[in-house]
């Protein structure tokens, strides 16, 4: 059909931007968060049936749900003027069967050079003493490498229009030449193609340049509005005065026969004229440089189509003739026309599928007839495997749980190579996976580019823990132990250079946090979080900081008013050494530790024998290594004489055993008044059945009842010399997490 006038009057460009992906750069991977995926190749712009029609494709990393899709802020579905598919990134996904092509494109945004009149005439070019100066001048655009088509989109921003008369037919011819790149040849001369229009405003048209066989059947040629003709020759100007000369020869691919405007492999359309490049002259695997030129508009009833005549001459509508007085002008009063010529873009087109099948991108889609697409987003969830409550399982969801994103990146870490199965803690990060459901930590990030175990830091900060690597990898949490029995107990008879550092950091009075809000489609938000616990709140003591995989406010400010408490509770750092061969612990695990630098009742040693009731072999005393301080001395009110205790503070003390069994369980037991510290001999104030791993060796801590031991935790581990390993411990401090 032929295009309205009043359509390419009001038609405007055609586009979808984005961040295009470079070659080699890494795919987002997007958790929860709504993010603006890149574009996998550049976007074409096709001429359909008189409307520009743009195709796109957009990518992430996949697998991956893309919900709540968005084109300028607005629901994709409604809008009517553009269709999409997608694909999640499975590797038994069907190709994409909306965009089977991708290009290269050069946004050209340029203005041919056309005809400069003098002041005050309608016709005489300005430059009289050079007329070629005034009048149109080739511009060159370049192709890429063996492209399958070759499209360059022109625009008459003012349409080619008489302003005198703006229902009038008018056109303007246009030529184009070829000519490999890189190369000093002669040019390959194209078809004259004469451009019609009728009406007023923009109009868009393509030339294509196409390296399939042209089809047998061809198109009804246009009459008034389009590629209404062409000619595969042109004869010079007829009469010698005429002025400039003119005359125009294409390749004999572009002839059918000797009549001048009966060509071959050009076909014409409305809104697009097509060249047919299949044959020795154009040769495939190559690189073309196309040079296009704009001549003289001029008014169609003016002009003899079959002799190419305007007024009883031959013109030369891409030069200028002589008037009686020897003025140079052109056919026309072309100074009532409009006719400049931009060309707004080439795209070398590729015909095959950007994205290969089961590429595993998680992809976007879509084709828009006149659609301007300044931005898409989705709401985009890496699909991963998560926790049954026993094992994790193998079919895929989006979830958001921080420990099933983190169990995903160790296991590929974005880079299809990842950590082995054996080497993961799975139970660990199953546990986790139950305390972040249970308290109802949420992950939201986009990963681009990041290393691995950066990403990991990122995932695992969002279910307050960072990642452990070691013998197994798995995290560490920082989480309520209150209720947890120790993993080691540390005493100085399997320990040494106990350090205590008090830390004196210069605190802020709150945080300046910006983060994503999900409330608010993921835009960045700032708020402010003050320590309660301080006197002040002095705005200008405030630290900045930016969370980048928490989402909402609330779990923003239990993070950040965390952190401002660890000063309150943890303000020293322990320090000690062990042999790494009989350690048992792990960052992030509970030691119980007694030194005497943390009570001057500390003692310590190991079983050097059990006791026992005949009857029924409950335990009731052990014998240390070596002499203990021990604590019973009754109640205070049990005394005779109080003046004749030398130490009336002692009474009522009562001290506790911890010992570490076999299995690495530390247990507690009273002590009886009945042990003999300085034989190292303590008798339990209660007979107890001994557990599984209570045996002779286990070692033993001794303390005031409920302070026996100090409760902290494991910061880090380091290696030290003799094969040794330093701790750095902090407090266990509950209250923290009250």
């Known amino acids: 059909p032929s295009a309205d006038p009043q359509a390419a009057a009001q038609r405007r460009d055609a586009f979808a931007r984005g961040n295009l992906l470079e070659t080699g750069a890494p795919l987002p991977v997007a958790i929860n968060q709504r993010t603006f995926p890149p574009l996998i190749g550049a976007p074409l712009v096709d001429m359909v049936e008189g409307e520009l029609v743009v195709e796109a494709v957009y990518g992430l990393a996949g697998p991956a749900d893309l919900a709540d899709i968005r084109v300028n802020a607005a629901a994709i579905d409604d809008d009517e003027t553009i269709d999409y598919e997608t694909r999640e990134g499975y590797g038994t996904d069907a190709p994409l069967s909306l965009v089977k092509r991708y290009g290269f494109v050069e946004d050209v945004n340029h203005r041919l050079k056309w005809y400069r009149l003098e002041d005050d005439t309608v016709d005489n070019l300005r430059n009289q003493a050079s ?6 001048k080739w511009y060159t655009v370049r192709s890429a490498t063996d492209p399958d088509e070759v499209w360059v989109q022109l625009r008459w921003e003012l349409g080619i229009v008489d302003t005198r008369d703006t229902t009038a037919a008018m056109a303007q011819p246009v030529r184009l030449r070829f000519r490999e790149s890189g190369t000093a040849g002669a040019w390959i001369n194209g078809p004259e193609i004469h451009i019609g229009y009728e009406g007023s405003g923009a109009l868009d048209f393509m030339i294509k340049f196409d390296w399939s066989t042209a089809p047998t059947a061809v198109p009804d040629v246009p009459t008034t509005i389009g590629a209404i003709h062409a000619y595969h020759d042109v004869a010079a100007q007829t009469a010698a005065d005429r002025g400039s000369t003119g005359g125009w020869q294409a390749a004999n691919e572009f002839a059918a026969s000797a009549t001048i405007d009966d060509t071959e492999n050009c076909f014409l359309y409305d809104d697009r004229a097509v060249l047919y490049m299949d044959n020795t002259q154009f040769p495939r695997g190559k690189r073309w440089d196309v040079q296009i030129i704009n001549g003289q508009t001029y008014t169609q009833s003016n002009f003899t189509y079959a002799s190419y005549n305007i007024n009883g001459n031959v013109p030369d509508l ?41 590429s595993g991108l998680a992809l976007i889609a879509l084709r828009g007839i006149n659609a301007q697409v300044s931005q898409i987003s989705t709401k985009a969830t890496r699909l991963v495997p998560t926790w049954s409550g026993s094992a994790w399982g193998t079919s895929l969801s989006a979830s958001t749980n921080p420990a099933a994103q983190f169990r995903a990146i160790l296991v590929d870490l974005l880079t299809r190579r990842g950590v082995s199965l054996d080497v993961i803690d799975d139970a660990g990060l199953g546990a986790w996976y139950d305390r972040c459901a249970s308290a109802g930590y949420t992950v939201s990030t986009v990963i681009t580019g990041e290393p691995g175990f950066d990403a990991l830091a990122l995932v695992a900060g969002a279910g307050w823990a960072r990642p452990r690597a070691g013998l197994t990898y798995g995290v560490i949490e920082d989480r309520d132990t209150s209720a947890e029995a120790p993993v080691q107990l540390l005493t100085p008879a399997n320990s040494r250079g106990f350090s205590i550092q008090k830390a004196f950091p210069v605190r802020p009075d709150g945080f300046r946090a910006r983060f994503r809000d999900a409330t608010r489609d993921h835009q960045w938000r700032e708020i402010l979080i003050y320590d309660d616990t301080r006197p002040t709140r002095d705005i200008d003591n405030l630290e900045a900081v930016t969370i980048e995989a928490i989402d909402t406010e609330a779990d923003v400010i239990a993070r950040l008013s965390f952190d401002l408490n660890v000063p309150n509770f943890r303000s020293a750092f322990y320090g000690i050494e062990t042999d790494a061969a009989s350690l048992l612990v792990a960052p992030g695990d509970v030691v119980a530790v007694q030194h005497d630098s943390i009570s001057e009742q500390a003692g310590w040693g190991w079983i050097e024998a059990i006791e026992t009731q005949s009857s029924n072999g409950y335990v009731t005393g052990i014998r240390l290594d070596r002499s203990v301080p021990v604590f019973d001395t009754g109640k205070i009110w049990d005394a005779t004489d109080i003046f004749d205790l030398a130490d009336i503070y002692a009474r009522g003390r009562q001290t506790t055993a911890a010992i570490q069994l076999d299995t690495g369980t530390v247990i507690t037991k009273d002590l009886s008044h009945k042990s003999d510290g300085d034989a190292g001999l303590l008798r339990f104030e209660t007979a107890f059945a001994a557990p599984t791993g209570f045996a002779v060796g286990n070692a033993v801590a001794i303390g005031p009842k409920d302070a026996e031991t100090a409760r902290l935790k494991v910061l880090s581990i380091e290696g030290a010399a003799d094969h040794g390993a330093k701790l750095t411990l902090v407090d266990e401090a509950p209250e923290l997490f009250a």
């Open 318 to 358: 891409f030069g200028w003739t002589t008037d009686g007085s020897g003025a140079h002008e052109t056919e026309e009063e072309i100074e009532y026309y409009t006719g400049e010529l931009t060309v707004v873009r080439v795209s070398s087109v590729i015909n095959d599928p950007i994205v290969p099948e089961g």
């Open 131 to 136: 007329p070629t100066e005034s009048v149109p």
